[in-house]
């Protein structure tokens, strides 16, 4: 059987761009090379596209664009069947691609927009398409949908403008505090606060402004934090319940990736029946939201047993110490198997005349 290509893409003009260099390392070194040929596709954190021909070594320390021997402009074309413009001595060259795994964490790469761009060209992609990609970043129309399930979702008021400091006060006073201050389309608690005092909001919410055109306002969750990973496309298969555990605080950007005062349980300290309803959980809202090929479903576990959705992650943090690796190896699947399953699950998937 001859080898499939699969066009890796990471990096990004992303606040994220750093953990999608580590998360696609990890991805591009579990690639079965006996399957699958590799392109690795890199975006700077300006947003310039580069063919990297280079070690995958250079990725995690952000060495991979500084030898320009190494690079090559190249992009995904929109047209039917482009597949990857490659220029070589300033002329494009079209390389086929199969399959195209996007490695991007957050905006402009998790929120459906290079989704949508390999949707133009037919080239099938791993995990969701672009409108799922698009609502599951979005934390507050994927938490109207998930309420429709009969799911609970935390209490919240939003903006899309930035609000007076007596509009923004009178809106929050329907809330309990503490309360976190979110972007709405943004990942790895990027731009997150958690404010307990009322004379806090106005500059939480002028630094989440930062991040992004809309901000959300949620009370606080008293319960477990907890994830769900999914995988699958019609037939979905989850992973163990994980636990995190936050010793002060909350779960931010840089506990997520030092776990400094934090701790991730893996399974989580919860009983085989609330683990069982967190699963069929997020399955119903994986369906819900119409992902595809795989994501990470945060949830809370009040001590009442009521689950309360949090947000979908269809490009969660990918590296084999990742939480959703790492609740898949748990329930017995390890991490180059899985790398291996989500490009098949995006090569198996339907694709109709008009769409790929």
């Known amino acids: 059987m001859s080898k499939k290509t699969v066009a890796v893409i990471f990096g990004g003009f992303s606040p994220e761009y750093e953990v999608s260099l580590n998360s696609a390392y990890s991805v591009i070194k579990a690639i079965s090379k006996d399957k699958y040929n590799i392109l690795m596709l890199g975006i700077t954190n300006k947003g310039s596209w580069y063919k990297f021909s280079g070690s995958v070594e250079d990725l995690p320390g952000d060495n991979w664009h500084k030898d ?13 069947g482009g597949g990857i413009l490659v220029y070589e001595n300033g002329l494009p060259e079209k390389v086929h691609v199969d399959v195209v795994f996007p490695v991007l964490h957050g905006r402009n790469g998790e929120d459906g927009t290079i989704q949508g761009l390999c949707e133009l060209s037919g080239i099938p992609v791993v995990g969701s398409g672009s409108a799922a990609s698009s609502l599951c970043m979005d934390k507050e129309r994927s938490h109207q949908i998930v309420s429709i399930l009969g799911i609970s979702v935390p209490k919240s008021v939003s903006f899309e403008y930035v609000p007076g400091e007596d509009e923004l006060l009178t809106a929050v006073k329907s809330l309990s505090l503490p309360v976190f201050v979110k972007p709405i389309k943004a990942g790895s608690s990027i731009g997150v606060s958690k404010i307990n005092n009322l004379a806090d909001i106005p500059a939480a919410v002028k630094e989440a402004f930062i991040y992004d055109d809309a901000v959300i306002i949620e009370e606080n969750i008293d319960g477990k934090e907890v994830g769900c990973s999914v995988i699958g496309n019609h037939d979905l298969q989850t992973g163990r319940i994980n636990e995190i555990e936050v010793s002060d605080g909350f779960f931010n950007y840089q506990e997520k990736y030092t776990l400094k005062t934090s701790k991730i349980h893996t399974p989580g300290r919860i009983d085989a029946e609330s683990e069982r309803r967190l699963q069929e959980a997020g399955k119903k809202i994986f369906k819900a939201l119409g992902c595809r090929g795989y994501a990470r479903i945060d949830l809370f576990l009040k001590e009442n047993g009521e689950i309360v959705f949090s947000e979908a992650n269809t490009i969660p943090g990918f590296t084999a110490h990742s939480q959703l690796p790492k609740m898949m190896k748990a329930a017995g699947i390890d991490y180059p198997e899985l ?5 098949d699950l995006a090569l198996q998937a339907p694709r109709g005349e008009w769409y790929g």
């Not at 320009?68 to 039917?80: C, V």
């Open 68 to 80: 320009k021997n190494q690079l090559s402009k190249a992009f995904i074309s929109p047209d039917r």
């Open 339 to 343: 790398v291996d399953i989500l490009l």
